[in-house]
């Protein structure tokens, strides 16, 4: 722009913006750097009036226009902002950049564990925090004029999304909705909702990432760019050279496999990845540090350390070193010296001064903080992390690096969708420091470059709702606005928005299937006689023979949990199937109560565990006795390998001899309802057809058809007002069991039930009204309560077990009470309350009673090694969290309530009164 007419036109352009939206230019005054134009339309659109849902990429400065909120509510006076985060990592985070920006005296912070200034015209707070100011009828939402939601897309999480839904369907309409979410596939959908519950909402989408991303892919040594250009990029075409390249390498892993023969099953002699080590000082080499390394393990992350450092790894500099130093011992400054080696701060504290470190929830706060400010400080390179990171605090770095496509999810290992590479990759090219970011992915002869180019192109990855009704909900809907307008708000939820959308669709593929199941019909029609009545016969045949098999293996199974329920200590069995089969002695005889038999048993080849009715095809038979020792220890080796000689001196035979009895529940001949209707069949004038079996194909075609036409419209039907029928369903619950009245008012119950959060919010309010808690010292109370929250992270062959006592008693009548709430909810059609799981009440007993952090971390149920540090404190805090309801909890007795107040104190000690800096 260099003439005089198109500087002066450019001015009067920047004059009319500036009268049109003063406030704007106010707020680019104290920003400092020019707003991009998604950031510019959003603001502009928040001045205007109107609610704005920001979609853009990782790292492209979405918080710009939350900021903007925040000063439009200062700027107006007397009115508010409340920023919401879905974790307190953030809003800490967010709080310290807002306090250095506007000053203390108006910024605030509420999580579950702080509350700082909660009366500033700013507050800083998790959603969950907000969701309950709304439902109590906080005298602090008086004057609420801005609502921030950063992350909004986290109402898609399985656990935690139905509080945005919540506050959003909740919030007073005078209130303005700033929603800020990561790039997603059904925008519009999401943005249709938000204007029929919130009013008018603009969209403001950017796929444009600030900092450019270059994908490669690193082969053994070499490192290849994914893409030749970006035109080759749009059209997922590979880099030619890297298909070559690794079309090589496959080729001479076979001739290496070949070459060792088919007996050789070590994968050793195959493809080994390059060491991490290795990997870490190919990318410094590069120029490619500050790098995180993404491995879906967290004893992977740690490993990696360990070899870096056995490697002779070293990162940094004297000046970085004194100063990483620095940060870790003013971040583990309130933590006691005899906590920290027992939590292995010294060999933490090594990796770190070298540049080197890992970030996964089993780590102590207080580490990963310290991990998170050297990282943004530049003074840690390589960081290798679990993908929590990817969902946690901004930590980005010039390279992101993934070690395999395929993660577990708690139940299977699954490949990675494209939106969690996208989530992954975001986390590359720190804007304004770096001119591009670099994502690597390592190959492997499992990882096809096609298949990570399709990851890295797609941009198909939808919102979906996890929303669905709770008790504390209910009780809260229906107190605050009674049991009509509460099945209303519920199916303004985004989850029926989408859910009556989706059922558009199902219903037109129900149209399709009628006018092929027709032409079906047409095809299958035989001239002698009606088909459609012969085919009816065939598949009633094959009905009752399925029945019959089913009938056949409930009566097998009801003879094996019949038989485990006898078996003795001693009593020598036979596994038949699975891993473990072969001889075994029972060690422990199964407990009675709740859940199926499962003694706990030793298999002649040394391995101790408990067995279940799936072990076995029918009934157990006791082929023998042997004496087990009185205080047989099934965890010592010696012990177990005399007594499995034992097992094998009986001389019987491991695998029954190939003996075949008849299995328990075999029909002894053919059922007569089959014999008829196999009379009936042959005696229809079809069976003589010719091309009767023609006629048959087409038929079966046409009844499996059927069966889908059916299933669908049972989907379509259960679509259409399911959140309202659950919501019927739980209240009903809630009636029965005295927390809704028969008229459908909140109880004295129901309104303790509307004041506790937790997944097990029912079990906890039962367990407080009928006592089950009474009378326990702070410790055991500390311990009981517990069971209602932990959730171990893999299944168990044993149940946990408890300190004798008090304890014992409580847990046994906790675990009762559960059975009768799952009884009633089954009865309804619901599955809502989980299992308690006692895996955590020895270490929260042993804390309680103020024994040393290693005996505490020892005592975990269920964990190869000594319990992680990080899932003890999260745990424990979670404890602490639930003592604070149980202290304030209105139909609790005053007693139970004065020992929750002793526990608080007893547990909040050493790790856990570490809060982080604020």
């Known amino acids: ?72 509510a200062l700027r107006a006076g007397e009115r508010k902002c409340f920023y919401t985060t879905p974790i307190k990592a953030l809003s800490n985070q967010k709080y ?114 600030p900092v450019p991303l270059w994908q490669h892919m690193l082969v053994g040594r070499r490192m290849f760019d994914l893409f030749h250009d970006a035109d080759a990029a749009r059209k997922h075409d590979v880099h030619p050279e890297l298909l070559r390249y690794t079309r090589e390498m496959e080729r001479r892993l076979d001739l290496t496999d070949r070459s060792y023969g088919p007996g050789n099953r070590g994968r050793s002699r195959r493809w080994q990845p390059p060491p991490r080590a290795e990997v870490v000082d190919r990318l410094e080499r590069a120029g490619l540090l500050p790098a995180i390394l993404f491995i879906f393990s967290r004893a992977g992350c ?52 070298r540049g080197i470190a890992a970030h996964h929830a089993g780590m102590l706060p207080a580490f990963k903080e310290a991990v998170e400010e050297c990282f943004v400080r530049g003074l840690v390179k390589a960081v290798f992390a679990t993908e929590t990171l990817a969902l946690g605090i901004n930590m980005p770095a010039r390279c992101v690096v ?71 909900m209910a009780v809260n809907l229906v107190g605050t606005v009674g049991a009509a307008q509460a099945r209303d708000l519920l199916e303004s939820s985004f989850a029926q928005f989408q859910a009556d959308r989706s059922v558009v669709g199902l219903a037109r593929q129900v149209q399709r299937n009628i006018d092929t199941m027709q032409a079906y019909g047409e095809d299958a029609a035989c001239h002698h006689g009606d088909f459609d009545e012969y085919f009816a016969i065939r598949v009633a045949i094959a ?57 706990l048993v030793l298999t002649q080849d040394r391995w101790a565990g408990r067995v279940s009715p799936a072990d076995f095809p029918g009934e ?11 205080h047989f220890n099934h965890r010592s080796p010696a012990a177990r390998r005399d007594l499995a000689a034992q097992v094998s001196a009986t001389g019987l035979d491991r695998h029954g001899g190939g003996r075949r009895g008849r299995r328990a529940g075999a029909p002894t001949g053919e059922d007569a309802e089959i014999a008829l209707l196999k009379v009936q069949m042959r005696q229809h004038p079809c069976h003589a057809c010719p091309d009767r079996e023609e006629h048959a194909r087409w038929a079966e075609r046409r009844h499996r058809l059927q069966r889908d036409t059916d299933a669908l419209r049972d989907r379509v039907a259960g679509r259409t007002g ?10 009903a619950v809630l009636g029965e069991r005295g927390y809704l009245s028969p008229e459908g008012e909140v109880t004295d119950a129901g309104r303790m039930l509307g004041r506790i959060w937790s997944e097990a919010d029912l079990l906890v309010a039962e367990c407080l009204r009928q006592g089950v ?93 000594d319990m992680p540090a990080g899932d003890f404190v999260r745990w424990a805090r979670q404890v602490l969290d639930l003592l604070g309801q149980v202290k304030d909890a209105g139909a609790a007795s005053e007693g139970i309530r004065a020992v929750a107040r002793k526990a608080i104190t007893a547990v909040n000690r050493g790790v856990l009164a570490y809060q982080g800096e604020l």
């Not at 620095?326 to 090594?350: C, Q």
């Not at 199964?590 to 003694?599: I, L, Q, W």
């Open 773 to 865: 808690w009474e009378g326990l010292a702070p410790d055991e109370l500390a311990a009981t309560v517990s069971m209602v929250l932990y959730e171990s992270r893999r299944e168990g062959d044993d149940r946990a077990s408890v300190p004798k006592g008090p304890i014992t008693a409580a847990v046994d009548a906790c675990t009762k009470l559960w059975g009768e709430i799952a009884a009633a909810e089954a009865d309804h059609g619901l599955a809502l309350t989980r299992e308690p799981d006692p895996g955590f009440v020895w270490p929260m007993y042993r804390w309680a009673r103020g024994e040393p952090l290693a005996r505490v971390l020892a005592s975990g149920h269920n964990y190869d090694a």
């Open 302 to 353: 740690d490993a990696a350390v360990q070899q870096c450092l056995a490697a002779g790894l070293r990162l940094t500099d004297a000046d970085e070193r004194a100063e990483i130093r620095r940060i870790a011992d003013a971040r583990v400054a309130g933590i006691p010296r005899e906590d920290l080696s027992v939590l292995g701060y010294w060999e933490w504290l090594d990796g770190l001064e």
């Open 722 to 731: 399911s959140l309202a029928r659950t919501f019927d369903q739980v209240c």
């Open 620 to 630: 157990v038979e006791v082929l023998q006795r042997i004496r087990v020792p009185k």
């Open 543 to 599: 009905d009752r023979e399925k029945a019959l098999a089913r009938q056949g293996a409930s009566a097998r199974r009801a003879a094996a949990v019949s038989s485990l329920e006898r078996l003795r200590a001693g009593d020598v069995i036979r596994v038949p199937q699975g891993r473990r089969a072969g001889l075994a002695v029972v060690l422990e005889a199964p407990a009675g109560g709740f859940g199926e038999p499962r003694p």
């Open 96 to 209: 310290h950049d807002l306090v250095e920006r506007y000053g203390p005296d108006k910024v605030g912070l509420l999580t579950g564990d702080n509350a700082i200034n909660g009366d500033a015209p700013v507050v800083v707070m998790t959603t969950e925090v907000l969701r309950n100011m709304l439902y109590s009828g906080s005298a602090s939402l008086k004057g609420l004029a801005y609502v921030v939601m950063d992350e909004v897309h986290y109402l898609a999480d399985r656990f935690r999304g139905a509080v945005w839904e919540e506050v959003i369907i909740h919030l007073p309409a005078s209130v303005t909705l700033v929603s800020l979410s990561a790039t997603v596939s059904n925008y519009e959908e999401f943005a249709d909702w938000l204007v029929t519950v919130r009013g008018e909402t603009q969209v403001v989408v950017s796929e444009h990432r």
């Open 402 to 472: 993934l070690e395999r496509l395929v993660k577990f999810n708690g139940e299977a290992h699954v490949d990675l969708t494209p939106g969690e590479y996208t989530q992954l990759t975001g986390r590359a090219g720190r804007r304004g420091i770096d001119v591009e970011g670099h994502a690597v992915v390592l190959w492997s002869p499992e990882v096809d470059p096609r298949h990570v180019a399709g990851l890295a192109s797609t941009r198909t990855y939808p919102l979906r709702s996890s929303f669905r009704p709770s008790y504390n």
């Open 1 to 72: 722009m260099t003439s005089p007419a198109e500087r002066y036109a450019e001015s009067k352009r920047r004059a009319a913006r500036q009268a049109e939206f003063p406030a704007l230019d106010d707020f680019m005054l104290d920003v400092g750097f020019d707003l991009d134009d998604f950031q510019r339309s959003a603001c502009e659109s928040l001045e205007r009036g109107s609610g704005v849902l920001v979609c853009a990429p990782t790292g492209a400065g979405k918080t710009v226009v939350g900021e903007f909120a925040v000063h439009l």
